[in-house]
């Protein structure tokens, strides 16, 4: 795969969580990290995602928003 985005992180996926139309994907990427995703569940049938599986996480940077009081 070769792809724009520079953030790419690859871990093990630890379970993933599905809704009425979106599933929540949790990522371990190491050091007791662990990044979800919200993506939709029929990207999640056609990429095969399930609990065990290694997956890729990329982060574009201008789609990534925190805040604090």
């Known amino acids: 795969m070769r792809i ?3 953030n790419q992180i690859v871990g093990t996926i630890v ?3 599905k809704g009425a139309t979106t599933s929540h994907v949790r990522v371990d990427i190491g ?3 662990i990044i ?3 993506i939709t569940n029929a ?3 056609e990429l095969g ?3 065990g599986g290694k997956a890729t996480v990329v982060i ?3 789609d990534v928003m925190i805040a604090v009081d």
């Open 31 to 33: 050091g007791g990290k």
């Open 49 to 51: 995602l399930k609990a």
């Open 43 to 45: 990207a999640v049938d």
């Open 36 to 38: 979800t995703s919200s």
């Open 4 to 6: 724009s985005a520079r």
């Open 15 to 17: 379970d993933v969580t």
């Open 60 to 62: 574009k940077a201008s």
